[in-house]
């Protein structure tokens, strides 16, 4: 009886889980080789002292296809957030230096903290999103028909070929007004896609919106790492190997033949393995490196995501919603993590985060001042002097730029020369989405070649 082909995973990010899994389910002997000690990739949670840190603020879009799935979401165990937003501002700089022109203190009214719901699912939050500063009536009728005409399409139709254009000429052209641009969706889709300019892809928004109208935004109580953990878990589950701590340094291909009978050799610092097939599961620039393929983007969008500890009893009254900064100073949105998921933090503490986008190079004590400045701008009669930074997640490539028309130049997952293939949602778009789905295609795309 001829044994299976074996073949072997390069990374163990989602990607690359997905990949092994799919592989060994489908009769493939599989090993999975990642270089740190954990899998996970960019989706993993740091646990100390009680607190759950993830790497950078990072949500599950449950109506995601690839989550549906791929993950078993009851196991899970999700803390979802309440739809919508809550918008914040001025910032603390903007109110300094409105204090120090009038010589006195800004009156608390002068501050705006308003509520941004899904009047769709939460129908009691009507009059608050009606009376919101931030929205006007018009505003929130065009949302409503964006949700409407959006949920009735097909999500692969939308990342379709075609036209293409940046976010912010897609919302002028569907007439939504300067102010709600600048003050909600710059700072909502900065959080999503780390571009709060919205030069980003219209593609990219239109497929997170419809997913947003779809379904929720959650964490497991254990943290996002959970999500990779549970994939580990299906792949073992399924006959497949993981192998931590296993750096791979080089891939190469005998004849550079897809259907080499020779197949491929994989270099690490153990030694070298030989295999039917490789699947390169990596982040971008390091698969570049691995397989010369020039078309995988490494133009980064960074960020800094800083963790604060305050006493349990202070509550930023969001109602488990984002707090988004509509002023373009500060962080770009602040995250109450323990008032959506009490698992984050210990019983005595309050646990909540803010993001800065780009690669920032202020320190963390710096970053520190500048949020705790923020927030008493934002709450004018409270003090946050208690503020303590606990762990700071400097995250120089969370994801690749994604400007208009940028799927056309994504690379294939079987362009590197030999039984080698791409998976990693550079392959598709930068999303968990992204990259589950680009894990399930690789391993579609080797079983195949094998079987011929």
Wanted: hydrophobic fraction near 40%; glycine fraction near 8%; charged fraction near 25%.
């Amino acid at each position: 009886m001829a044994s299976s082909p074996r073949v072997l995973v390069v990374g163990g990010g989602l990607a690359g889980l997905v990949a092994a899994r799919h592989l060994a389910g489908g009769g493939v002997d599989v090993t999975l080789l990642e270089r740190r000690r954990t899998v996970g990739g960019r989706v993993r949670t740091v646990e100390r002292d009680g607190y759950q840190f993830d790497r950078g603020f990072q949500v599950l879009f449950t109506a995601y296809p690839a989550v549906r799935s791929e993950l078993d979401l009851e196991a899970l165990d999700l803390r979802r957030f309440a739809p919508g937003a809550t918008i914040a501002g001025p910032d603390g700089e903007a109110l300094r230096a409105s204090e120090s022109s009038s010589g006195k203190r800004s009156d608390p009214r002068d501050t705006v903290r308003s509520t941004l719901a899904d009047p769709l699912r939460e129908p009691a939050t009507v009059p608050a999103t009606l009376s919101n500063p931030h929205v006007s009536v018009g505003d929130a009728l065009r949302i409503v028909r964006l949700w409407w005409d959006l949920r009735r399409t097909d999500p692969d139709a939308i990342l379709a070929d075609g036209d293409d254009t940046s976010i912010a000429s897609y919302l002028r052209e569907r007439g939504f007004s300067d102010r709600f641009v600048e003050e909600f969706l710059a700072p909502f889709y900065g959080g999503i896609t780390l571009d709060r300019s919205l030069s980003t892809s219209s593609r990219v928004f239109e497929y997170t919106f419809r997913t947003l109208a779809a379904g929720d935004i959650a964490v497991p109580a254990a943290g996002m790492g959970a999500i990779p953990a549970q994939l580990a878990d299906r792949v073992r589950e399924v006959g497949g190997t993981i192998e931590t701590e296993t750096a791979v340094e080089s891939v190469s291909s005998a004849d550079g033949s897809r259907d080499s009978a020779e197949g491929v050799t994989v270099d690490t610092a153990d030694g070298t393995t030989e295999a039917d097939a490789v699947v390169v599961a990596t982040d971008p620039p390091t698969a570049r490196e691995l397989t010369g393929v020039d078309a995988i983007p490494t133009e980064a969008r960074a960020c800094v995501t800083q963790y604060y500890a305050l006493p349990a009893e202070v509550d930023l009254e969001t109602g488990r919603r984002l707090l988004l900064n509509a002023s373009e100073r500060g962080p770009n949105h602040v995250v109450p993590h323990s008032a959506v998921a009490p698992e984050y933090a210990p019983d005595d503490r309050t646990l909540v985060s803010a993001t800065y986008l780009g690669d920032r190079t202020e320190s963390d004590a710096e970053l520190a001042e500048r949020t705790r400045s923020t927030l008493a701008s934002w709450y004018p009669d409270r003090r946050f002097d208690g503020l303590e930074p606990v762990h700071t997640e400097r995250v120089p490539f969370a994801q690749f730029a994604q400007p208009p028309g940028f799927r056309q130049r994504l690379p294939d997952i079987r362009d590197p020369a030999g039984p080698v293939y791409l998976a990693g949602d550079y392959t598709q778009w930068s999303s968990i989405q992204g990259a589950m789905e680009s894990g399930r295609a690789a391993a579609k795309a080797a079983i195949d070649d094998l079987s011929r």
